[in-house]
């Protein structure tokens, strides 16, 4: 069928094995290895992981000729649910949309069923070209209409009201990546004058609560120079600082008492002491220590709420993270990924 339908693109909304149970079966090669479909052979010539999906490629030969198919696998869908934020999907279906092709042939989409997974995802992208070209969208139309050609596309209520939000967030924000070379050159051309609709933008969803909530004093958990903390079988242990023009670093050791033989756990302690200076530079920097350390404490003068300076800190490392992988980034949907997880106001 993707031989004779001139298919280059397969999107892949479901695992393996879910809950134990099997889902769908592996119908490609690993990578570098060679496998036979009866008169067609597929290589697979890269395999990359991402936070929320796989990405493969596999040249597709018959006879003589070779072609190029790209599998986009998004792996943060539960069965029978939804993603727990709709800029995951959002993001993949653009990864899908820029995906090569140039022989003119259709996308396949398949989950498990083939029904509520592939037929939520299917209306998000067919409503989205639809609001984009039109300016009206009939959400009801759409699944009735798929649900006429195959029974239970978009299943759940929650579904179908996850495809509202998902619709939403497309067509009233700029969810289109930026490249690394494009996002350099608009820093180049911006200034202090910049007006804020000239920025990407981002819902505000604080409530009263959480407001309120910003305010209120912070414990103070770390010890002093040398000291060790005994509590029970954990025991952990400060060095001095060392101090740097923009932050503070010091080393916690935990050890833990097990079994008569003691585990160890090294964490870098991380303060950032410049956030007041209105600068940018020194947080960029921060943000760069930060992330290439795979166990770490980071600490923002004054983050009482968790959500204002964190948030920011958290998508500006995020935003830095995903140029140097995907050499590609989107501000609005960075910044909406790090409200769903954490309400507050980056």
């Known amino acids: 069928m993707v031989w004779q339908q001139n298919v280059e693109k397969i999107v892949m909304v479901t695992n393996l094995v879910e ?44 006879d003589t000729q070779t072609r190029s198919l790209t599998q986009l696998h998004f792996t943060s869908w539960p069965d029978k649910d939804v993603p727990k934020n709709v800029t995951s999907i959002i993001e993949f279906r653009q990864k899908v949309l820029y995906a090569p092709a140039t022989l003119g042939g259709p996308t396949l989409v398949h989950c ?32 009735l209409n798929m649900r006429q050609n195959r029974p239970i596309m978009v299943q759940t209520a929650v579904q179908y009201a996850y495809l509202h939000y998902a619709i939403l967030h497309s067509l009233i924000f700029d969810c289109k990546p930026v490249t690394n070379e494009k996002f350099k050159l608009r820093q180049r051309r911006a200034d202090h004058r910049m007006k804020p609709k000239q920025l990407q933008e981002t819902p505000n969803v604080l409530t009263k609560t959480e407001r309120e909530l910003m305010y209120n004093d912070i414990a103070v958990y770390l010890l002093a120079d040398n000291q060790v903390l005994k509590n ?115």
Request: with cysteine; net charge positive; charged share 30%.
């Open 232 to 346: 029970g079988i954990f025991s952990v242990r400060c060095s001095k600082p060392e101090a740097s023009e923009y932050r503070n670093k010091r080393r916690l050791t935990v050890e833990h008492r097990a079994n008569q033989a003691n585990e160890t756990l090294s964490l870098t302690y991380l303060k950032f002491t410049e956030w007041n200076t209105g600068e940018q530079k020194p947080i960029l920097i921060h943000c760069r220590c930060c992330s290439h350390r795979r166990v770490l404490i980071a600490q923002l003068t004054d983050y009482r709420d968790g959500a204002n300076k964190c948030g920011l800190f958290c998508v500006v490392a995020t935003l830095l993270q995903r140029m140097e992988v995907e050499r590609e980034v989107n501000v609005a949907n960075a910044a909406q990924n790090v409200k769903a997880r954490r309400k507050g106001d980056p």
């Open 112 to 143: 498990s069923a083939g029904d509520w997974r592939t037929g939520t995802y299917l209306a998000i992208d067919i409503l989205t070209k639809e609001g984009e070209a039109e300016g009206a969208i009939d959400i009801p139309g759409c699944v």
């Open 19 to 62: 809950e134990r149970k099997d889902k769908c079966e592996k119908y490609w090669p690993s990578l570098g290895a060679t496998q036979m479909y009866g008169e067609i052979q597929v290589l697979c010539q890269r395999d990359e992981t991402f936070a929320e999906f796989t990405r493969r490629t596999f040249d597709v030969s018959k």
